[in-house]
């Protein structure tokens, strides 16, 4: 058994409108660096590089979020490290330590191609009457457009080995759409696992990682509290609340039922049906983490919020980042993907 | 100003909301909302990644039913926030039919400009009119200048290869500039490009958008990047298409070699009334419309590049309105020049005279050198060809010095030299010898000494029909110039013997010199003047072998040319010859031959090697069979036969076998030659094969007189008092037609036979041997036997034979070949068998087949019968000998015993 594993794992993203997908992507980076694990990221192509560069310093710099997604980006990054993995016999384990690498292969999409809503057919022929040939399909991998834009998305999740996908908690609760923006991405992968006969005993292969939003968000935060799912890391000097992992889909769960459509509550279950329940994992995060006053070190609850009106329409970040759960859904994908090839 | 109508649609994000990017407003029109939705998405830019991004303008395209629209998005902050407090984005998009703006072009920057103003927010609003500056082309013009004519010619070929482009370092160039250049790389394609074009001053290389041009900070992987302001060639000779635009393009802009171009004002002016819609996946239309612009500007690039069409190029001088006048004066001459060098025939050459004037102007020297080389070329590269018009249009205007001189300088290769010579000289013969003479072709004088060749060839070509006074001429003329090469030319004409240094410059001047010296002395000199310093210098070893090779021939020529020889001269040229000993065995054997011909005997022969046996029977037959007069081939005849019948190779040990390869192939070309003329040769050569009568076996001369009196008798060219002459022999082919015709009129072989005889049409041992050889499968193709008569047929002709009914002489040759020869044919026909049946390697066992062996076995048997009859016979003999030998003993010993 061969326990290298240098395996290039794909990892995708998906997430309605808002629900913070470049917001985690642009965290990245500084989660990397604040890890207390040996992680290290590399872009892959003079795109990823740039955006790691520039959403870092858009975050940590300019104290605001990335812009909104407009159009598809294809972006990729290569995470670097060691894990641990167990080896051995039931009767005698042991862990040994083998180089871990994350190839993270993201489509950034705006949020509209997750619940991008099926065309009728007059719909369909008034889109085919606007006489677009494929003249530039060839030219670089041409893109653009709904359509293919859904269907790149589509190719990107099934060819994934692991996805993360992201749960904002507030736009459920003012729109209750999420169940919208998942239900129809998740047939379409159904749809294509089973023509490529990746189905395992009626589910999707993939790993699931769940990642509850904007955990800095005084809604999601009290609520957590509320619950009694707050813990704290003894190793973590600024003591930030956690949610401890055994309680993270108890806070999907918990939220969904103060969401305002209740469809929310679909979504769980659908993430139940259709994929294997040891591959799912729930997480809450926070992309900008909990509010440090500058002279303190610990976290305090009479002053958390990170995210401030700025005196306009928009927000700001107040403080330095601290991401929340940002790096670990991702390394606990890879280390579930590694276990796998190593049993 | 064209009033253009417009559809609109407003894309964004309502403040405030969490919803994503669509489509909050549009024109009531041609286009729904989820169309323009689909426009814009399809076209979108990416997002964009540095703080100039915005505003941005991309231009794109739409179709529905088959009719082009042209659109462009303006986008642009909208200065408020959506639901989580980030910044929104709002564009606005027009589109409008591409029939407005065809006839009335304009540029992205008019386009943008006119509609940058317009803000529509009514949703289901009426479409919008407005006014958007035509297309000028001076501005566009001024703007390839300004933003670097490299870069926006390379950019707007970079676009015919299918990739998109993306101009790189210009993230601080603002928006208008951008709109600008994409106008100038626009401004040099066809406008009806712009029907499927997408073009954006800024996208973003991590979407995988449609924009065909744009500006980025990077280029996606397999995008074109073009550095702002670059220099660099982007344009790859591979993309054939793009490559070849470019050079069209920079040809019609700059022109070439220091001559001007169409020039950017006309040639965006041009491409700008291309208003066809195009396709980018069909760029060669673009480089044919290029073309088809560029008019006189284009055949000359095509010209240039060696790649014009004649055809086309006599367009330009069309009856009505020729665009020849579109060209500058010295272009003009230039597709002239072409013309001329590519003219076919004298009616096209008349139409070149018609414009020549017109379009030569002040100075003709560019078209009389296009002249000079056109008639190099056919004089020197395709002598065939005809110059004779080139020449007349040189006398007509009085450049007939200047022309042949000009030809004179023009052979670069030593080839086309060789190939040119001859017509060069014609036409110096007849322009200078004989037509207006040499005086005042000073030129063309130095081009001959310039090219000493075609002094060799005019003198030979003189040589022939040309007269004294002409040489005189023409050595006069030339003398100033060439008064080395001249003067041993002179001293033979003047029948003087050259000076060693005339000699020396002769041979300096290699074989044509050499041999235009020795054609003279033959025709017009004293032949002993130039030949006996030739022999001395050039016939012996020391010799180059060329220079003895013209030596040899001339000496052949002056000998037929000189049928009466004095027996002392005759003497002394016999010896000078015999003293030449060249290593070549082809030109020893030449020497042979005319050692013959002088009526001496050869000295080579019977001693060449066997390994330079083949070429010096090659040389021998080269000279043999060569040109000579009638007396002289006589005289050759007899002496050859006298000699080769003779014993003196033999005694030498010449190869019998060589010496009948050396007959048998002189008898095939004479042959060929002379018909009927090689049957003394065929003789020989079974003469040949009869045994050599030993010289001991010869009755020898009893005395001084007899001794004389057997020399004078061969010297007669009776050869040896005891060698029999031969009848000319009948034609084997006249013999069988014969059998066959009697055969056919009804006589049977007997009476066949002996009509044969009594008419005495079978004389020859040689046609008895043919015809036997033949008969057989003569008779059953032309009479249509059976084989086994046929067989009889040979048979019985045999017999006649043998039974001396031709005559005791034939049968006693008849028995003599067929003694000697057959039994060596047969020798050599198993060795070809054994050839066969070993395939070629002697080191493996032969291979018969059943019916062969059988064959063989057959043959053994037949001589194995005959020789043990043979030894039988000779047995009985012995025996009878002994026994006689016997008896006389027994009777003698009876004689002597006591009687009693």
Redesign the interface.
């Known amino acids: 058994m061969n326990h290298d594993d240098r395996t290039m794992r794909r990892i995708g993203l998906w997430g309605a409108?808002?629900s913070g997908k470049t917001s985690f992507l642009a965290a990245l980076n500084i989660a990397v660096t604040q890890s207390s694990e040996e992680w290290t990221i590399f872009g892959v192509?003079?795109?990823?590089v740039?955006?790691l560069v520039?959403s870092t310093t858009t975050l940590t710099h300019e104290r605001?979020?990335?812009?909104?997604?407009?159009?598809?980006?294809?972006?990729s990054w290569i995470l670097m490290s060691e894990t641990e993995v167990e080896i051995g016999t039931r009767r005698r384990k042991e862990t040994k330590k083998i180089p871990l690498e994350l190839h993270l292969d993201v489509l950034d999409a705006?949020?509209?191609v997750f619940g991008h809503k099926p065309k009728t057919d007059a719909?369909q022929s008034?889109?085919e009457?606007?006489?677009?040939d494929d003249?530039?399909e060839?030219?670089?991998?041409?893109?653009?457009?709904?359509e293919?834009?859904e269907e790149?998305l589509i190719d990107n999740l099934a060819d994934c080995d692991g996805i993360v996908y992201l749960f904002d908690p507030i736009?459920e609760r003012?729109?209750g759409d999420a169940f919208q923006y998942f239900q129809r991405t998740l047939a379409l992968l159904a749809k294509r696992s089973l023509e490529g006969r990746r189905l395992i005993n009626g589910r999707l292969p993939h790993h699931f990682a769940v990642c509850i939003t904007k955990f800095d968000e005084p809604r999601v935060y009290q609520t957590a509290k509320a619950r009694g799912y707050i813990t704290f890391d003894p190793d973590d000097k600024h003591m930030f609340p956690k949610v401890h992992p055994d309680n993270a889909e108890n806070l999907f769960e918990d939220l969904c039922q103060v969401a305002s459509a209740r469809e929310a509550a679909l979504v769980h279950g659908s993430i139940k049906r259709y994929f294997r329940p040891e591959r799912v994992r729930y997480f809450a995060t926070s992309a900008v983490g909990f509010y440090l006053a500058p002279r303190t070190v610990r976290f305090r609850a009479s002053d958390y919020q990170n995210?401030v009106?700025?005196g306009?329409?928009?927000?700001?970040i107040r403080g330095d980042i601290h991401p929340i759960n940002v790096l670990e859904p991702l390394l606990w994908l890879g280390r579930q993907l590694s276990s796998e090839t190593g049993r | 100003m064209v009033r253009v109508e417009v559809e609109w649609a407003l894309y964004g994000?309502r403040?405030?909301e969490?919803?994503?990017?669509?489509v909050l407003a549009a024109s009531r029109g041609l286009f729904?909302p989820?169309?323009f939705?689909?426009?814009i998405?399809?076209?979108?830019?990416?997002?964009?990644?540095v703080p100039s991004a915005l505003p941005r303008v991309t231009f794109s395209w739409?179709?529905?039913?088959?009719?082009p629209y042209l659109g462009m998005a303006i986008q642009e902050t909208s200065g408020?926030?959506?639901?989580?407090?980030?910044?929104?984005?709002r564009t606005r998009y027009f589109c409008l039919p591409y029939e407005q703006v065809a006839r009335h072009p304009v540029t992205l920057l008019g386009l943008y400009e006119a509609l940058q103003g317009l803000e529509p927010a009514e949703p289901g609003g009426a479409a919008l009119h407005v006014d958007v500056p035509e297309l000028v082309p001076q501005a566009v013009a001024d703007d390839i200048a300004k933003y670097g004519d490299h870069t926006v010619r390379e950019t707007a070929a970079l676009l015919l290869t299918?990739?998109?482009v993306c101009v790189l370092q210009a993230e601080d160039v603002p928006l208008l500039d951008r709109l600008r250049f994409l106008d100038a790389v626009l401004g040099l394609l066809p406008y009806g490009f712009r029907t499927?074009l997408?073009a954006s001053t800024w996208t973003?290389?991590?979407?995988?958008?449609?924009i065909?041009l744009s500006f980025a900070?990077?280029a996606?992987?397999?995008?074109a990047a073009v550095p702002w302001r670059t220099q660099k060639a982007l344009v790859s000779p591979d993309e054939a298409v793009a490559y070849t635009y470019l050079k069209q393009l920079t040809g019609l802009l700059e022109g070439s070699r220091g001559h001007s171009g169409l020039g950017p004002v006309q040639l965006v002016r041009a491409l700008a009334a291309e208003r066809e819609p195009r396709?980018?996946?069909e760029p060669q239309e673009a480089k044919r419309t290029l073309l088809t612009i560029g008019g006189p500007f284009t055949e000359l690039l095509k010209i240039r590049e060696d790649a014009a069409d004649p055809a086309r190029v006599w367009e330009l001088f069309g009856e009505d309105a020729p665009q020849i006048w579109d060209l500058g004066p010295a272009e003009r001459r230039e597709v002239l020049t072409y013309l001329i060098k590519k003219h076919q025939d004298r009616q096209e050459w008349g139409r070149i005279r018609r414009w020549w004037e017109k379009v030569v102007g002040e100075t003709s020297s560019p078209l009389e050198e296009a002249l000079v080389e056109t008639a190099g070329h056919r004089l020197w590269a395709r002598p065939t060809r005809e110059v004779g018009h080139l020449l007349e249009h040189a006398r007509d205007h009085g450049s007939v010095d200047r022309f042949l001189a000009g030809l004179l300088d023009f052979p670069r290769t030593q080839d086309a030299l060789e190939a040119g010579t001859a017509a060069m000289s014609r036409l110096l013969r007849q322009e200078i010898i004989e037509g207006a003479g040499p005086d005042a072709f000073w030129a063309t004088r130095d081009g001959i000494a310039r090219n000493p060749s075609v002094f060799h060839r005019l003198i030979a070509d003189l040589v022939a029909g040309g007269t004294t006074e002409e040489f005189t001429r023409l050595l006069d003329w030339l003398a100033p110039v060439m008064p080395q090469e001249t003067a041993p030319f002179r001293s033979i004409l003047e029948l003087r013997r050259p000076t060693p240094a005339q000699l020396d410059t002769l041979e300096q001047g290699g074989y044509d010199r050499v041999r235009a010296a020795l054609l003279m002395n033959r025709g017009f000199g004293r032949g002993q003047n130039l030949l006996t310093p030739a022999f001395e210098r050039w016939l012996g070893p020391q010799g180059p072998p060329a220079l003895r090779d013209l030596v040899l021939r001339a000496f052949r020529w002056w000998l037929d040319d000189t049928p009466s020889l004095g027996q002392e001269e005759r003497g002394r040229w016999i010896a000078l010859l015999g003293d030449a000993r060249p290593h070549r065995p082809d030109q020893r054997a030449s020497i042979d031959v005319l050692l013959i011909a002088l009526g001496g005997r050869p000295v080579a022969l019977p001693h060449v090697p066997t390994k330079d046996w083949p070429a010096y029977v090659e040389g021998f037959e080269a000279v043999w069979t060569a040109s000579w007069t009638m007396e002289s081939r006589a005289r050759l005849m007899e002496g050859t036969l006298r000699y080769l019948s003779g014993p003196d190779w033999r005694n030498h040990s010449r190869d019998l076998l060589d010496v009948r390869r050396l007959v048998r192939q002189l008898a095939d070309r004479t042959a060929e030659k002379i018909p009927g003329g090689d049957a003394r040769l065929r003789d020989l050569l079974y003469d040949l094969d009869r045994p050599p009568v030993p010289r001991a076996a010869l009755p020898q001369p009893s005395g001084p007189a007899e001794q004389k009196a057997l020399t004078d008798w061969m010297a007669q060219g009776h050869g040896h008092p005891q060698a029999e002459r031969r009848p000319s022999p009948e034609n084997a082919d006249d013999v069988l037609e014969y059998i066959t015709q009697a055969h056919l009129n009804g006589h049977d072989r007997e009476q066949v036979y002996a009509l044969l005889a009594r008419e005495k049409r079978l004389q020859s041992s040689a046609v008895a041997l043919e015809v036997l050889w033949r008969l057989r499968g003569h008779l059953v193709e032309k009479t249509g036997i059976e084989g086994k008569e046929a067989v009889s047929w040979w048979v019985d002709l045999a017999l006649e034979i043998e039974a001396e009914r031709f005559g005791s002489p034939l049968a006693g040759h008849f028995r003599t070949h067929v003694m000697v020869a057959f039994p060596r044919h047969m020798l050599d026909m198993l060795y070809l068998m054994e050839l066969v049946a070993r395939r070629g390697d002697f080191d493996q066992p032969p291979d018969f087949a059943a019916k062969d062996r059988k064959e063989l076995e057959e043959l053994r048997r037949v001589i194995d019968g005959l020789l043990s009859e043979a030894r039988r016979r000779g047995g009985r003999r012995r025996g009878n000998r002994s026994a006689g030998r016997e008896e006389d003993a027994r009777t003698e010993q009876r004689s002597e015993e006591p009687a009693g």
């Open positions: 409108p808002t192509d003079d795109p990823s740039d955006f520039d605001r979020f990335p812009p909104a997604t407009e159009a598809l980006s294809e972006l705006p949020g509209r719909h008034q889109l009457g606007l006489g677009f003249e530039d060839g030219m670089d991998g041409a893109g653009g457009g709904s293919l834009d790149k736009r003012e729109k995210v009106p700025d306009g329409e928009g927000y700001r | 994000k403040a405030g969490r919803d994503d990017y669509s729904q989820a169309q939705e689909g426009i998405t399809r076209f979108s830019p990416g997002n964009p990644d739409v179709a529905p039913n088959d009719q408020k926030k959506d639901g989580v407090g980030r910044a929104i984005t299918g990739r998109s499927r997408a973003n290389s991590a979407s995988p958008h449609r065909r900070k990077r996606r992987d397999s995008a396709k980018f996946d």
